[in-house]
C-alpha cells in the first residue's frame, strides 16, 4: 500500500516564501512524474508544476518564475519551494505521483491528502 503524506503549507502574507514536501512510503520501485495541484474554492483542481523521472519541469504561467519543484528518488520525495506568494496563490495544494510501480510490478496514480495554503496580510 502507497501512501503520500504532504507537509509545509500554512499562512504566509504576500512576498512570503512556503515550501511544500510530499513523501510516499510503501514497497515502490520507482516513480515516473511527481507533481503539485491546487484547487481554490469553487475552482477546478488544476496542475501547478511537474516533474518527471529524468528531472524535466513545467509550470503553470501564473506561478513561473516563483515556484521551483524538485524531487529526491531515494527519499520517494518532491518538493514545491514557492516565493513571491500572492493572495491568488491561496488553495489547498495536492501533490500528485503519476505511473508508480511497486516491487510487486503493480502501476497506480497517487494524490496526497492536500495542504492548505493561505496567501493574505
Known amino acids: 500500500q502507497v501512501q503520500l503524506v504532504e507537509s509545509g503549507g500554512g499562512w504566509v502574507q504576500p512576498g512570503g516564501s512556503l515550501r511544500l514536501s510530499c513523501a510516499a512510503s510503501?514497497?515502490?520501485?520507482?516513480?515516473?512524474?511527481m507533481g503539485w495541484y491546487r484547487q481554490a474554492p469553487g475552482k477546478p483542481r488544476d496542475v501547478v508544476a511537474q516533474?518527471?523521472?529524468?528531472?524535466?519541469?513545467n509550470y503553470a504561467t501564473s506561478v513561473k518564475g516563483r515556484f521551483t519543484i524538485s524531487r529526491d528518488n531515494a527519499k520517494n520525495t518532491v518538493y514545491l519551494q514557492m516565493n513571491s506568494l500572492k493572495p491568488e496563490d491561496t488553495a489547498v495544494y495536492y501533490c500528485?505521483?503519476?505511473?508508480?510501480?511497486?516491487?510487486?510490478?503493480?502501476?497506480?496514480?497517487?494524490w496526497g491528502q492536500g495542504t492548505q495554503v493561505t496567501v493574505s496580510a
Open positions: 510503501g514497497s515502490i520501485f520507482s516513480i515516473n512524474t
Open positions: 516533474i518527471t523521472s529524468g528531472g524535466s519541469t
Open positions: 500528485n505521483f503519476a505511473g508508480v510501480y511497486t516491487t510487486a510490478l503493480r502501476r497506480d496514480d497517487y
